[in-house]
């Protein structure tokens, strides 16, 4: 079984803390094309820490407490976000356990599966998570959110992708055990 990184954006992030993700499309190229079931991935999310820190790189940022820049909640003022690419492995707040990997073309997303990559049901439509992102379907609106994040026709150029389910455990790999069980 492998540990790798596994970057996200802030509504994403809020859709796993909510528990709306148990899935991720990424594209065939993707490292993630090697996970098998069993694998651990942890969250990157865009993060800062405190301004005494902030001089600092994130290679060199003792443990400390960290910001989450996905939460509502307080922040340190004078202190810079920082990027998820940076985040380091310590202050993953997320561990994903791979329980499934499929390979198939984009289109071939059920509706099911858009709801399990994040999309929410608002009173008439569906939401993507990001602002003016609603669709009347759920696979409509995953589309929109796929093309906010791989350029405008990514979804109608239907490209490979590798589709991985997970179960969602809110602390840093490094507390977890070395060998989940997949469910």
């Given amino acids: 079984m492998t540990d790798r990184p596994i970057i996200f954006s802030g509504p994403m992030v809020r859709a796993l803390l909510h528990g709306r993700k148990t899935q991720t499309r990424r594209m065939e190229d993707s490292p993630l094309r090697k996970c098998v079931p069993g694998d651990r991935l942890w969250v990157?999310?865009?993060?800062?820490?405190?301004?005494?820190?902030n001089h600092l790189p994130p290679r060199d940022v003792p443990r400390s407490k960290v910001f989450y820049l996905a939460d509502d909640g307080y922040?340190?003022?004078g202190s810079c976000g920082r990027p998820s690419i940076f985040m380091p492995r310590w202050a993953s707040r997320m561990t994903l356990v791979v329980t499934d990997v499929r390979f198939q073309v984009l289109q071939d997303i059920a509706g099911s599966d858009a709801i399990a990559e994040g999309i929410a049901r608002t009173e008439d439509s569906w939401w993507s998570g990001a602002p003016g992102q609603a669709?009347?379907?759920?696979v409509g609106a995953f589309a929109l959110l796929w093309n906010g994040l791989h350029g405008e026709q990514s979804w109608d150029d239907n490209p490979k992708i590798v589709a991985l389910t997970f179960t969602v455990h809110q602390l840093n790999i490094d507390e977890m055990p070395k060998r989940e069980a997949v469910v």
């Fill in 44 to 53: 990157r999310e865009s993060w800062k820490v405190h301004s005494i820190y």
């Fill in 75 to 77: 922040a340190p003022r």
């Fill in 135 to 138: 669709s009347p379907s759920a």
